[in-house]
């Protein structure tokens, strides 16, 4: 069995998983794999991906499964080395689930945990408003974008809990309180 630290940090848009992948990753020397990130790099290199990508996400819609998967597939294979890695936004689908579990079951390095992030609707939309004021990021500047995001998670990711759970793997977090707070919450549930 191995013993690399794979977990999916999970939650809803804003629920904080890049502010917290950003502490997990320092303390336990783990490669931070954000489709985010990642399809935001393309979106600012002007590939043909980002282009397609860019509709779907100022529309708060969901990017392609194979288009994502693909992402992470060539992230992992270039990172044979990494000491486990923290999955940042990804898996959002069934579908993108059970890829990952058949890339990582291959390499008998399944997913140790998934840790989700809980927190409430009108703190979600106050907190993304928040970022879209000050970062630029396009997809947090409208209100109807963030709700749809939001509705996206409820209907095509939150059922992601279950398929975690039968696995033996999901554990809830409150998502709601200081940063430090949260970290401390994750380091625990980690064990
Ligand atoms: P993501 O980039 O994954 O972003 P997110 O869900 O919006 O945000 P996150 O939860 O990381 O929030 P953060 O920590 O930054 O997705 C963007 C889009 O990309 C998706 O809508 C989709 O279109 C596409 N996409 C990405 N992955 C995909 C996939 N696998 N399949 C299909 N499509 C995909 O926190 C947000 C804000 O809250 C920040 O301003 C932060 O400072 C603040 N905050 C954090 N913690 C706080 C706390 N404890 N208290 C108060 N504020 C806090």
Redesign the pocket.
Known sequence: MSEKLNIVLF???????????AFLIDRYGLMHL????L??AEIHAETDLGKA?RE??DA??????HI?IGMIRNKMEANLDAKGFIF??????RA?AEALDGMLNAKSEPITCMLA?EVPEE?LVK??L??GAT?GRS??QDEGVIRK?IN?YEEKTAPLKEYYASQGKYKGID?????ED?TSRLVEAIG
């Open positions: 939650g809803p848009p804003g629920a904080g998983k890049g502010t917290q992948s954000s489709t985010g990130d399809l935001r990508a779907l996400m708060g819609e969901l990017v392609a499964d994502v940042d936004g990804f898996p959002r689908t993108q992030l703190e907190r993304l928040g970022r970062s997809d947090d995001r996206e998502g709601v309180g200081s940063i949260i």
